[in-house]
């Protein structure tokens, strides 16, 4: 009983989450990419700028599908004063390229996809992204929270932003490897 009311809050809190993106196209009249999609949305700046840093545009405009959990420009702001700015320095790509891919999933999934995976493992789930990372997703207070190697949280803010080549999950906080 507790796990179907939990789970109804969550996908009620999910799906008022969800967004719909505007009318991206190329000009082919195509729905961008995960990068396009991003570039085409103030709130991702500053993601858009350290993936270029870490030369992860092509990887991310390729054919996918992928899963983004994109932090916004507010979640990079909640970052030591001058992290995003030593990060994005040649010097420091490794280490840029750990943290953004540990924000990628292999596949497209979708937020209802999300929540079963979580329900079925007893209310917390393994992600296992591209980069190495394993977080843990969980509804908490009826919203879905990633919890990060290092114990941080963040909560997924918007779900199912669609591009071409997978999904993007909006999230509050930057989720930090070990």
């Given at each position: 009983?507790?796990?179907?009311?939990?789970?109804?809050?969550?996908?009620?809190?999910?799906?008022?989450?969800?967004?719909?993106t505007p009318a991206f196209a190329d000009h082919h009249g195509a729905k961008p990419n995960i990068v396009g999609v991003a570039a085409g949305n103030a709130d991702f700046s500053t993601l858009v700028t350290a993936v270029k840093a870490a030369g992860l545009v092509d990887t991310l405009?390729?054919?996918?599908?992928?899963?983004?959990?994109?932090?916004?420009?507010?979640?990079?702001?909640?970052?030591?004063?001058?992290?995003?700015?030593?990060?994005?320095?040649?010097?420091?790509?490794?280490?840029?390229?750990?943290?953004?891919?540990?924000?990628?999933?292999?596949?497209?999934?979708?937020?209802?996809?999300?929540?079963?995976?979580?329900?079925?493992?007893?209310?917390?789930?393994?992600?296992?992204?591209?980069?190495?990372?394993?977080?843990?997703?969980?509804?908490?207070?009826?919203?879905?929270?990633?919890?990060?190697?290092?114990?941080?949280?963040?909560?997924?803010?918007?779900?199912?932003?669609?591009?071409?080549?997978?999904?993007?999950?909006?999230?509050?906080?930057?989720?930090?490897?070990?």
């Amino acid at each position: 009983m507790m796990r179907s009311i939990l789970r109804r809050t969550a996908v009620l809190a999910l799906a008022a989450t969800a967004v719909s993106t505007p009318a991206f196209a190329d000009h082919h009249g195509a729905k961008p990419n995960i990068v396009g999609v991003a570039a085409g949305n103030a709130d991702f700046s500053t993601l858009v700028t350290a993936v270029k840093a870490a030369g992860l545009v092509d990887t991310l405009s390729g054919a996918g599908p992928f899963t983004v959990f994109a932090p916004t420009n507010a979640a990079f702001g909640k970052l030591p004063a001058g992290t995003v700015e030593t990060l994005v320095k040649p010097e420091n790509k490794a280490t840029l390229t750990k943290i953004l891919t540990c924000h990628v999933v292999a596949g497209k999934v979708v937020a209802k996809d999300l929540l079963a995976a979580i329900t079925a493992n007893g209310g917390a789930y393994t992600i296992k992204t591209v980069g190495g990372c394993q977080f843990k997703a969980a509804v908490e207070g009826g919203k879905v929270v990633i919890t990060d190697e290092k114990g941080g949280k963040s909560t997924v803010a918007a779900t199912d932003v669609g591009a071409s080549n997978g999904v993007i999950h909006v999230i509050d906080s930057v989720l930090m490897p070990r």
